[in-house]
């Protein structure tokens, strides 16, 4: 069984930056093996993808509404992924969730992945 800790939200100013982290324990949980992705959920709302590394290739995708302010990267030798975001802004507030596919590709609907994280609190005041 694979656990994902999500770590390192909390409350910032409009226009400020966060760096989230995603720790993989547990029995098979190397994350060369994943492509591996953020969502997150704002209050009232339908969880949504933020942004994935994927497996096949290393490549990265992203939502248009953090493109360019957001940056996904994988560590191998820690076992964790990483969300940078930068000029957050106020819509950004949200749960955010790591999850994990043992697939080449990314599932953007998010029904498709076998492990989730917790996920950690993400509150952007304007």
């Known amino acids: 069984q694979v656990q994902l800790v999500e770590s390192g939200g909390g409350l910032v100013q409009a226009g400020e930056s966060l760096r989230l982290s995603c720790k993989a324990s547990g029995s098979g949980s190397s994350l060369s093996r994943y492509t591996v992705a953020w969502f997150r959920q704002a209050p009232g709302k339908e969880r949504e993808f933020v942004s994935a590394?994927?497996?096949?290739?290393?490549?990265?995708d992203y939502a248009d509404s953090v493109k360019g302010r957001f940056a996904i990267a994988k560590d191998n030798a820690k076992n964790t992924v990483y969300l940078q975001m930068n000029r957050l802004q106020s819509e950004d507030t949200a749960v955010y969730y790591c999850?994990?596919?043992?697939?080449?590709?990314?599932?953007?609907?998010?029904?498709?992945?076998?492990?989730w994280g917790r996920g950690t609190q993400v509150t952007v005041s304007s």
């Open positions: 590394v994927r497996r096949a290739d290393g490549g990265t």
């Open positions: 999850a994990i596919r043992y697939a080449l590709y990314t599932d953007w609907g998010g029904t498709a992945y076998d492990f």
